[in-house]
């Protein structure tokens, strides 16, 4: 008993109305840990995506490309063998900063408008393009705020592979990637790349609370299937696989993107915008380079939303709060 929140208000309509903060923080430990038991897979994507750019301008140049990994588990292996094992986690303190700010902006925001008058119809039903109106809205709002953190994260990322390859390192660490961004970008080079970065998000969020909100509630309408685990697990993989499919283009943009080297006012020297990412990405290496790291970003997506959505619904279920 000591666990449970206090009683919800209700509004209006009747429907219970949980403190905001009590969401936020809530959905922010479950990212938080699903955040941790996935991130070396996340690592591994992020890697295999700038490796392709980076083999596509040595051949440009007339240089030999650098030696290369093939597949998510060689790339993992060889990581943690050159690099050593600690290094699968290089970059998890700002991917857990990041997604303080994104996932519990992004929940929250989703169930405010799932509950208000405006997302409810007068039946209490809840519409799919309502569903996917909210889900845009909040995945690219929560996104918007947490760029800075999603840069830096991206930037320790490719520390290891950069000292590899006989390059100086550009960061130490979270706070001094954070400060050396700011010092020659300024404020606003801490949003480097947030276009692409919310257009990620925005489908991700879409493929991912959308699809997850909708075949729950279909299992509890039309099937036995109890509010449990197992619903909560089928669920989690058919938004796992969804937003995979439709995040992975934007997220390729998105890495090179903040992965490109800057001038001392803090523009790009590879890409001028996501477009001319886009584009360059398409005629240098085809347009599957768009879907480059799709089956690490899948298997990573997959643990992590049924880790982040089983975590969700048993902490709210701990705390006394109503199943999601």
């Known amino acids: 008993d000591s666990l449970r929140m206090r009683e919800p208000r209700e509004d209006k309509t009747g429907v219970p109305q949980w403190p905001r903060v009590t969401k936020f923080i809530l959905s922010a430990c479950a990212a938080t840990v699903a955040e941790l038991v996935t991130f070396p897979l996340d690592l591994t994507k ?17 240089g030999a490309a650098p030696g290369a990994y093939r597949g998510m588990i060689r790339t993992a292996w060889g ?18 900063y990041r997604h303080i700010v994104y996932s519990g902006g992004r929940m929250l925001a989703y169930e405010q408008f799932r509950e208000s008058r405006v997302g409810r119809n007068e039946d209490g039903s809840f519409p799919l ?81 959308t699809t997850y909100d909708t075949v729950k ?9 109890p509010d449990n685990s197992a619903c909560h697990a089928v669920a989690s993989t058919c938004s796992g696989l969804v937003a995979a499919a439709m995040g992975t283009p934007a997220d390729v943009v998105k890495t090179r993107i903040m992965n490109q080297p800057r001038d001392l006012h803090g523009r790009g020297l590879l890409y001028k915008s996501s477009v001319d990412c886009l584009l360059q990405s398409v005629r240098g290496e085809g347009l599957l380079s768009l879907y480059k790291g799709f089956i690490p970003t899948w298997t990573r997506m997959a643990p992590w939303s049924m880790t982040f959505w089983l975590t969700y619904e048993q902490i709210r279920k701990l705390t006394g709060i109503s199943s999601f």
């Open 46 to 62: 992020t890697r295999l995506q700038i490796q392709g750019e980076a083999a596509a301008r040595q051949r440009g140049s007339g």
């Open 79 to 96: 990581i943690a063998r050159e690099e050593g094992p600690r290094k699968l986690w290089q970059g998890a303190t700002p991917a857990i």
């Open 129 to 209: 393009w309502k569903a996917v109106f909210g889900a845009v809205l909040s995945g690219a709002l929560g996104q918007f705020l947490a760029s800075p953190t999603d840069l830096v994260k991206v930037q320790m990322q490719m520390e290891g592979r950069r000292r590899l390859e006989g390059k100086p390192p550009r960061v130490r660490g979270a706070y001094h990637a954070f400060v050396k961004i700011l010092s020659e970008g300024g404020i606003r080079g801490l949003w480097a790349g947030w276009v692409p970065n919310v257009q990620r998000a925005a489908l991700v969020n879409l493929g991912d609370l």
């Open 217 to 225: 509630h279909f299992l509890l309408r039309n099937t036995s299937v």
